[in-house]
């Protein structure tokens, strides 16, 4: 999800929902189902504007304040 780019440039970071809201899992080590984004903040940007955390997580996701902070 994110960009679309398939060759990840910077890795992967994996986020998990945390009640409701989306919560970064750099260790992979947080239960529940994951969604996957480059490492980088024009990725996330791409995937915020596309709404690409609700349609992998498949529900209603709140964005923490600091996600593109996060990943900058
Ligand atoms: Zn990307």
């Given at each position: 999800?994110?960009?679309g780019q398939s060759a990840p440039k910077h890795g992967l970071l994996r986020f998990v929902l945390r009640e409701g809201r989306l919560?970064?899992?750099p260790d992979?080590?947080?239960p529940g189902r994951g969604a996957y984004l480059h490492h980088d903040e024009a990725c996330a940007r791409e995937a915020?504007?596309?709404r690409g955390f609700e349609r992998?997580?498949?529900t209603t996701?709140?964005?923490p304040d600091d996600l593109?902070?996060?990943l900058s």
């Open positions: 999800m994110g960009c919560e970064a899992d992979a080590r947080l915020v504007r596309r992998s997580l498949r996701v709140r964005l593109l902070e996060s």
